[in-house]
Structures are given as C-alpha cells and as structure tokens.
C-alpha cells in the first residue's frame, strides 16, 4: 500500500511539472507573438510616415514649382490618392461649389 502511495505521489508530481512546463512555453509563445505583433506594428507605423512625408514632399514641390511660375511636370506621381487635385481639375465642377469662399 505504501508503494502505491509513493508511486501516485510520484506520478502526481510528475503531472504537476508537466503542467508548469506547459504553461510556461504557452507564455513563451504568447510573448513572441506578441513581439511579432509589435514588430509589424512598428513596421505599418513607419511605411505610413515614410509614405506621409513623401506626399508631403510631392506637394511642397509642386507648391514651389508654381510659385516659381514653372510648368508642373505632368508625369509626376499623382495626388489623387487624397481626393483633392482630381476635384480642383474636374471641369464639371463650377466655382459655385460649396467649397468656394
């Protein structure tokens, strides 16, 4: 009877540092997903600025061009992604729109 008893205790202890082995690589996973979600979380945060100054970069050059009086290259990368220049250029449009002063 006494063996039994240790022989349980044993395979008891046994199951408890399985478990505790378990949690701890589930904790392990759930940290590098973490970190990978973080990781591409940076990465779509700097494409964005990336693409942000480049826009604003586009439109500073094309601002400076027509102060100058200088044609706007017209194979330049578009605007249209903002909605803006397409509707400044849309000759449908009469100055009479609600976005006139």
Same mark, same amino acid.
């Given at each position: 009877?006494? +063996? ?15 478990? *505790?082995?378990? *949690?701890? +690589? ?14 591409? =979380?940076? =990465?779509?945060?700097? &494409? ?17 061009? &027509? ?35």
């Amino acid at each position: 009877m006494l +063996e039994r008893l240790g022989t349980q205790k044993h395979e008891r202890a046994l199951g408890e540092q399985e478990l *505790k082995h378990q *949690k701890l +690589e589930q904790k392990v996973i759930e940290r590098q997903h973490q970190r990978e979600q973080h990781q591409r =979380e940076v =990465e779509r945060e700097q &494409r964005e600025r990336e693409q942000h100054e480049y826009r604003m970069l586009q439109m500073r050059m094309v601002m400076l061009q &027509r102060s100058q009086g200088a044609p706007v290259m017209q194979n330049q990368p578009s605007f249209d992604g903002f909605g803006l220049l397409a509707e400044l250029n849309d000759p449908t449009l009469s100055s009479a729109s609600s976005y006139s002063t």
